[in-house]
């Protein structure tokens, strides 16, 4: 009887089978908790350079300036500031340069409409032509940002000369017509007339690029089929392009009225030696004027931190009537 023999303990067990693999040894704690961190953290630290920049350049001083307007405080001694509560406030809206403030919140306003309105109004002319085939259309394109690459200092003095007594063209135009010279920088009206010449001419021809932008985004059949029903290019332009612009159109409106309420180094470099009060009878005093005024001249940090509040609500005020309106917008469409 043939006898079987056991297999040997060290060999394998069977013929043709190979030993299970090993498992990876797990990794390290620390470098699965560095890989999560890595994947976690990266966006934040690529983003953390403007939140350092905002948190150093915007938010403290707003905060900073807001904690002045609480205090009376000078500014040639800074660290001797004297809790006031609201009266630099009260001061404003009641007290002694509530005279100065109404004015020059008004003069804010008036400034805004002169300049905003026939500055949307030629932009949107603009864009339209050059919306159309034209010859040298980049050229055109090009030199609409010739006067917003301009300097304001530059601009401002080449139309204070304009607006001279002295030999100055406007006054040589009204010559033309028969009309008297006028002393441009002394008169409210005349003034702040002057000035909003100043912002639209650097202003239009960058709405007008902006608008020109949404133009080229409107589909080209809706205007054959305007074309279709007879309608001109001016019917085309009021039922086509203006409804499909109304979003565009409103972001200028805001962006206008915001620069309009932070409206500064026009009226000050315009009015001269008198600059720095709007004037020599504060006729076109802004509420930028006013508070450089009232902290650089008149040495009341606190105050001109209180002017400065008021203009930080007035924009909060136009982004609420922005988000009011655009959301009505959306329920109308």
């Known amino acids: 009887m043939a006898s ?151 601009a401002t003095l080449v139309f204070a000369l304009i607006f001279s007594p002295e030999g100055g063209m406007a006054n040589w135009i009204l010559g033309l017509f028969g009309a008297d010279p006028l002393h441009w920088e002394a008169g409210r009206w005349s003034s702040q007339f002057a000035i909003s010449v100043i912002v639209t001419w650097r202003w239009t021809g960058y709405n007008a690029l902006i608008f020109l932008a949404a133009m080229q985004a409107v589909p080209r059949e809706l205007y054959e089929a305007a074309a279709l029903d007879g309608a001109n290019r001016w019917k085309q332009f009021l039922n086509v392009t203006v409804p499909a612009l109304r979003p565009t159109i409103l972001f200028t409106i805001i962006v206008s009225t915001i620069g309009a309420t932070q409206l500064f180094g026009e009226p000050y470099l315009f009015g001269g030696q008198s600059g720095h009060q709007g004037g020599t009878d504060h006729q076109y005093e802004t509420l930028g004027i006013l508070m450089y005024d009232q902290g650089f001249h008149s040495s009341m940090l606190g105050r001109a931190s209180a002017v400065a509040w008021i203009m930080f609500g007035l924009l909060l005020l136009i982004g609420l009537v922005n988000a009011l309106v655009n959301r009505r917008l959306r329920a109308s469409q």
Do not use: C
């Not at 060999?11 to 890989?35: D, I, V």
């Open 4 to 154: 079987t023999t056991a297999p040997s303990r060290n060999g394998p067990a069977e013929q043709g089978t190979t030993p299970p693999p090993k498992s990876p040894a797990p990794a390290p704690k620390w470098r699965s908790r560095l890989h999560r961190w890595d994947t976690q953290g990266t966006p934040y630290a690529f983003i953390a350079p403007f939140f350092i920049v905002f948190a150093a350049f915007g938010l403290f001083p707003l905060v900073y300036t807001g904690w002045l307007s609480f205090h009376r405080v000078s500014l040639y001694n800074v660290d001797n500031a004297e809790w006031v509560g609201l009266q630099n406030y009260v001061d404003l809206f009641t007290g002694q340069v509530s005279t100065y403030f109404w004015n020059a919140l008004l003069n804010t306003f008036t400034l805004g409409v002169l300049s905003t309105v026939p500055q949307l109004l030629m932009a949107l002319g603009l864009a339209h032509l050059l919306n159309y085939k034209l010859r040298a259309r980049g050229f055109f394109r090009t030199a609409l940002l010739a006067p917003y690459a301009t300097s304001v200092a530059a």
